[in-house]
C-alpha cells in the first residue's frame, strides 16, 4: 500500500497565522482526502482533493480558510488560514486506492497543530 | 446517505478478557469496511479491513466479519493486552467519500 508522508508532523502557532501541511504520496492517486481530528472526536471530512480541479469542500469548510493545492498525482497541501485557537486539532492526509483495486484507506501520520 | 455507528466508549477491561466493540453501518451498494485504531499521539493505523459480505479481516489477534445481513461489523478480540488500549474508528468506503464512526476507547488495565 501507498506510504504517505506529513510535515509538519507538529507545530505551534500564533494567533491570526496560516500554516501550510503537505501530503507526500509515494505513488499517484486520484482522490486525496483532507480531515481534521479535534481533540477527543472523530474525524471530519474538510475536502477532496482531485488533481486538475478545485477542491471539493464539505459543509462547514471554505475555501477561504482552507485553502487546497493538488498540483500533481503524488501531492497536496492544506492551508489553515488565519489560525484561531479553535483550528487547534490534528490535520489528516488521506488517499483512496480504490482505483488500483487495492479499495484501502491510507492515512498519513497526522499534523498535530496547537494555536496560541 | 452512509453512515457508521460504533458502541459508546470508553470501554474498560482487565488484561486478557474478551473484548468486542459494536459498529453497525448504514451504506448503499457494497462498502468496504474497516477497523483503524490511534494510539495514544499517534495518527490513525489500518488494523483490518474486509471488501465483502462473510470476509473476516484479522490483525494482531484482532477480528471482523462482513456481516451484509446485519449491516454490521463488530471488532473482537480474545485477550486483550496494556498495550491494546487505543481508540479505534470503524470506517467506511462505499461512494468515494470515506465516513468514520466516532471512535471507541479502550482502557485496559493490569
Known amino acids: 500500500s501507498a506510504v504517505i508522508s506529513q510535515k509538519p508532523s507538529r507545530d505551534i502557532c500564533q494567533r491570526g497565522t496560516s500554516l501550510t501541511i503537505q501530503c507526500q504520496v509515494d505513488s499517484q492517486v486520484t482522490m486525496m482526502f483532507w480531515y481534521r481530528q479535534q481533540p477527543g472526536q472523530s474525524l471530519t471530512l474538510i475536502a477532496t482533493a482531485n488533481q486538475g480541479s478545485e477542491a471539493t469542500y464539505e459543509s462547514g469548510f471554505v475555501i477561504d480558510k482552507f485553502p487546497i493545492s493538488r498540483p500533481n498525482l503524488t501531492f497536496s497541501t492544506l492551508t489553515v488560514s488565519n489560525m484561531s485557537p479553535e483550528d487547534s486539532s490534528i490535520y489528516l492526509c488521506?488517499?483512496?486506492?480504490?482505483?488500483?483495486?487495492?479499495?484501502?484507506?491510507?492515512f498519513g501520520a497526522g499534523s498535530r497543530l496547537t494555536v496560541l | 446517505g452512509d453512515s457508521v455507528t460504533q458502541m459508546e466508549g470508553p470501554v474498560t477491561l482487565s488484561e486478557e478478557a474478551c473484548l468486542t466493540i459494536?459498529?453497525?453501518?448504514?451504506?448503499?451498494?457494497?462498502?468496504?469496511l474497516f477497523w483503524y485504531v490511534q494510539y495514544p499521539g499517534e495518527g490513525l493505523q489500518l488494523l483490518l479491513k474486509a471488501t465483502k459480505a462473510d470476509d473476516k479481516g484479522s490483525n494482531k489477534g484482532f477480528e471482523a466479519t462482513y456481516r451484509k445481513e446485519t449491516t454490521s461489523f463488530h471488532l473482537e478480540k480474545g485477550s486483550v493486552q496494556v498495550s491494546d488500549s487505543a481508540v479505534y474508528f470503524c470506517?467506511?468506503?462505499?461512494?468515494?467519500?470515506?465516513?468514520f464512526g466516532r471512535g471507541t476507547s479502550l482502557i485496559v488495565h493490569p
Open positions: 488521506s488517499v483512496d486506492l480504490s482505483g488500483s483495486g487495492a479499495n484501502v484507506l491510507t
Open positions: 459494536n459498529c453497525t453501518y448504514t451504506a448503499t451498494g457494497y462498502p468496504s
Open positions: 470506517a467506511l468506503l462505499g461512494s468515494y467519500i470515506p465516513t
